[in-house]
């Protein structure tokens, strides 16, 4: 297709090929969703960058990732592809993986152009259901869904593209206000974007354009550079310019950014640098990718519930018991958007398994029910071999399939018979351990009530079964956190920890405040919930000043214990909380993580710093501003942690600079931020 290109076409200009690489191109990684848990920025950058190294390999110079849409109702199908609820993390892991798709960057030929989507706010869908309209309020739309945009574009992202959905009225393929002011003028963004498929043209069913033509000319005017799949641009465009209705510059310019992104990445030097048939060999499904798929899954698990340190298990089991459709589902290993994945190549939970036990241990598979239908036909012979099993691990959840764009889930209970299954295997009695599989927080109260242990999978990629196993015997301690809340029903969602208090808080213990009747207000796992095989515990936080000023930058220091008797990892999470301001705050806000190794009984201290871009936040005329008052810190294992200390600011300070949107922690001479 390039030799046609460059060799038959008038003008010799070459093609810019894309693919959505957006957990992997080959070798398969965990879905984004998955990864955000390994809170590992170092990891995401990885990651991403292996998957450029196959890709560009095999031809592709531009993904359509990373997605960084903040996300906070799990029943959207494409919460899945992004990094859950958290502006800072989602920040934090767009910017990781804007690098490692780039690597160093041109000439070298396995540099990956760059798409952050969905612009903006498309993960607010009414309802949960996907293209649906969102309805944002402007300070939720500036300090929730922007911010890893913004940081994407001082990393560097090449490409944006505009959501399926609208706001304020107007559909992001035709907000001027948004694409040409927000992101173009206020924030310099001076590169491509790129419609999603077929969504100019859907700005007709919108309502705002009655006609092809129209449709075309919105965009356009809203500085949409590429017609992804509609035609409406190769159709229209001509005659728009020739009638004046769009002006030569507007066309001019637009041409010319698709052209210096090819000039950019050397095409119009070698048409066919990224088209080398032996480095494709070279590059593909390769041992080292695939420890970096099987470290990546490892980190990524989350330990939900551990009653009675049931795991990990001993591999020298007399008779082991799997069950679950999904325990043999290589296809659903990949997850949503497996890029060029392999299924053959995955291995299974059930192989994973098999393959870790030892020798003399009895593995008996039994799928014993489906999330696709309500079949209860295996469910009596998966309960008569757990009579006589040592252990049954359960894998749970759902397929692939249903998760990803436009597979929105009404219930987040578990689909098909797999509840009556878990049923009767707890009324057996037997040991009974849960996988999860799944591409959503689920709604588990029952599940949490009935099974000791549970260990949440994701979709894992690859390397998921060997992953899996490692984790499930014990040679690697879990150290996952969950990136978003796991709510106790469907009917709670949305549901996050970085809500405001209101004016009557949340008290059991009162009448008249913000609670259900029916079920507690609280969520079953909060956001940065995960646990260890061994125990940490935490001193509390040691703060450089109690009182300081706007511009000063205060060092909080914590101590952490591992006061088990394994190594492990834990992932270390700083909160702050404005106390009284002009307008109301979240009850606490993410301002720094970072992971510490710990051996058994071994002690650590950790430093954090937080300065006036983490103090300051929008005031009523939306400026930025530090406001003298009382903060609370709070540092500890997850969002829950009331380890805290407060400190004080003796006066105001106005931030007229919007600040670096890429966090401290990421923020290196090697890599400033691109104003």
């Known amino acids: 297709m390039q030799q046609i290109a460059v060799e038959e076409s008038f003008l010799h200009i070459p093609l810019l090929f894309t693919f959505d690489v957006i957990h992997g191109f080959r070798t398969i990684f965990p879905v984004p969703l998955a990864e955000a848990s390994a809170w590992d920025p170092d990891l995401a950058r990885r990651t991403a960058r292996a998957a450029a190294v196959e890709a560009s390999a095999s031809g592709v110079h531009w993904t359509y990732a990373p997605m960084v849409d903040i996300a906070r109702d799990p029943r959207w199908g494409r919460v899945v592809e992004g990094a859950g609820e958290d502006p800072f993390l989602g920040a934090v892991l767009a910017v990781a993986r804007v690098r490692g798709f780039h690597g160093n960057g041109p000439p070298d030929p396995s540099?990956?152009?760059?798409?952050?989507?969905?612009?903006?706010?498309?993960?607010?869908?009414?309802?949960?259901?996907?293209?649906?309209?969102?309805?944002?309020?402007?300070?939720?739309?500036?300090?929730?869904?922007?911010p890893p945009f913004r940081a994407a574009v001082q990393a560097g992202v090449d490409t944006i593209m505009p959501g399926f959905n609208e706001l304020t009225g107007v559909p992001m393929h035709a907000n001027d206000p948004m694409l040409r002011d927000k992101l173009r003028e206020q924030w310099g963004f001076?590169?491509?974007?790129?419609?999603?498929?077929?969504?100019?043209?859907?700005?007709?069913?919108?309502?705002?354009?009655?006609?092809?033509?129209?449709?075309?000319?919105?965009?356009?005017?809203?500085?949409?550079?590429?017609?992804?799949?509609?035609?409406?641009?190769?159709?229209?465009?001509?005659?728009?310019?020739?009638?004046?209705?769009?002006?030569?510059?507007?066309?001019?310019?637009?041409?010319?950014?698709?052209?210096e992104l090819k000039q950019r990445l050397g095409l119009f030097e070698d048409p066919y640098r990224y088209s080398d048939a032996a480095r494709e060999k070279a590059s593909l499904l390769t041992p080292p990718t695939r420890a970096l798929a099987r470290e990546a899954a490892q980190?990524?698990?989350?330990?939900?519930?551990?009653?009675?340190?049931?795991?990990?298990?001993?591999?020298?089991?007399?008779?082991?018991?799997?069950?679950?459709?999904?325990a043999d589902d290589r296809l659903s290993t990949l997850g949503p958007w497996p890029g060029d994945g392999h299924p053959e190549e995955s291995i299974s939970v059930l192989q994973g398994i098999k393959q870790a036990v030892s020798p003399t241990t009895q593995v008996i598979y039994v799928p014993g029910a489906s999330p696709d239908n309500a079949d209860l036909s295996e469910i009596d012979k998966a309960e008569q071999?757990?009579?006589?099993?040592?252990?049954?691990?359960?894998?749970?959840?759902?397929?692939?399939k249903m998760s990803g764009e436009a597979h929105s889930r009404a219930s987040l209970g578990l689909p098909g018979a797999q509840q009556p299954l878990l049923d009767q295997l707890v009324k057996t009695g037997k040991p009974l351990v849960v996988i999860l599989m799944n591409g959503r927080p689920l709604a588990i109260s029952r599940m949490a009530e009935q099974v000791p242990a549970i260990l949440e999978s994701w979709f894992l990629g690859t390397e998921t079964g060997t992953a899996v196993a490692?984790?499930?015997?014990?040679?690697?301690?879990?150290?996952?956190?969950?990136?978003?809340?796991?709510?106790?029903?469907?009917?709670?969602?949305?549901?996050?920890?970085?809500?405001?208090?209101?004016?009557?808080?949340?008290?059991?213990?009162?009448?008249?405040?913000?609670?259900?009747?029916?079920?507690s207000w609280r969520p079953l796992y909060p956001f940065g919930h995960g646990l260890s095989y061994t125990t940490f515990?935490?001193?509390?936080?040691?703060?450089?000043?109690?009182?300081?000023?706007?511009?000063?930058?205060?060092?909080?220091?914590?101590?952490?214990?591992?006061?088990?008797?394994?190594?492990?990892?834990?992932?270390?999470?700083?909160?702050?909380?404005?106390?009284?301001?002009?307008?109301?705050?979240?009850?606490?806000?993410?301002?720094?993580?970072?992971?510490?190794?710990?051996?058994?009984?071994?002690?650590?201290?950790?430093?954090?710093?937080?300065?006036?871009?983490?103090?300051?936040?929008?005031?009523?005329?939306?400026?930025?501003?530090?406001?003298?008052?009382?903060?609370?810190?709070?540092?500890?294992?997850?969002?829950?942690?009331?380890?805290?200390?407060?400190?004080?600011?003796?006066?105001?300070?106005?931030?007229?600079?919007?600040?670096?949107?890429?966090?401290?922690?990421?923020?290196?001479?090697?890599?400033?931020?691109?104003?």
């Open 190 to 259: 001076q590169g491509i974007i790129v419609s999603d498929f077929g969504a100019v043209r859907e700005l007709m069913q919108h309502g705002i354009a009655a006609t092809p033509t129209a449709a075309a000319q919105l965009a356009f005017a809203a500085t949409v550079d590429i017609d992804m799949a509609s035609g409406l641009y190769a159709q229209e465009l001509p005659t728009l310019v020739r009638n004046g209705q769009i002006p030569q510059r507007a066309l001019d310019n637009a041409v010319r950014r698709v052209l």
């Open 470 to 519: 490692d984790v499930l015997f014990g040679d690697v301690n879990p150290s996952g956190k969950l990136p978003i809340t796991f709510p106790r029903s469907v009917g709670q969602v949305p549901l996050y920890y970085s809500h405001k208090n209101t004016g009557r808080p949340p008290n059991g213990n009162e009448d008249l405040t913000s609670t259900y009747i029916d079920q």
């Open 537 to 675: 515990t935490y001193d509390p936080p040691i703060l450089s000043a109690a009182q300081l000023a706007a511009t000063d930058t205060l060092k909080v220091q914590v101590t952490i214990h591992n006061t088990g008797q394994r190594e492990g990892e834990e992932i270390v999470q700083l909160y702050l909380h404005d106390n009284v301001a002009s307008v109301t705050r979240p009850v606490r806000l993410l301002r720094g993580f970072t992971r510490v190794r710990l051996a058994p009984g071994e002690a650590r201290t950790v430093s954090f710093l937080l300065d006036q871009d983490d103090f300051a936040f929008l005031d009523q005329y939306f400026l930025r501003r530090v406001e003298p008052g009382t903060f609370t810190v709070f540092v500890g294992g997850s969002s829950a942690t009331d380890n805290q200390a407060s400190f004080e600011i003796n006066n105001t300070a106005p931030v007229k600079r919007l600040g670096s949107a890429i966090p401290r922690m990421l923020r290196t001479p090697e890599n400033p931020p691109h104003e």
């Open 111 to 146: 540099t990956l152009l760059t798409t952050a989507k969905h612009f903006v706010g498309y993960g607010a869908a009414e309802g949960g259901r996907d293209y649906n309209t969102s309805d944002l309020s402007e300070r939720t739309l500036l300090e929730t869904y922007l």
């Open 385 to 400: 071999v757990a009579a006589d099993a040592d252990i049954v691990i359960a894998v749970l959840g759902e397929r692939a």
């Open 299 to 326: 980190k990524s698990m989350v330990l939900l519930k551990n009653d009675g340190a049931l795991l990990p298990l001993h591999k020298d089991l007399h008779k082991l018991l799997v069950v679950g459709a999904l």
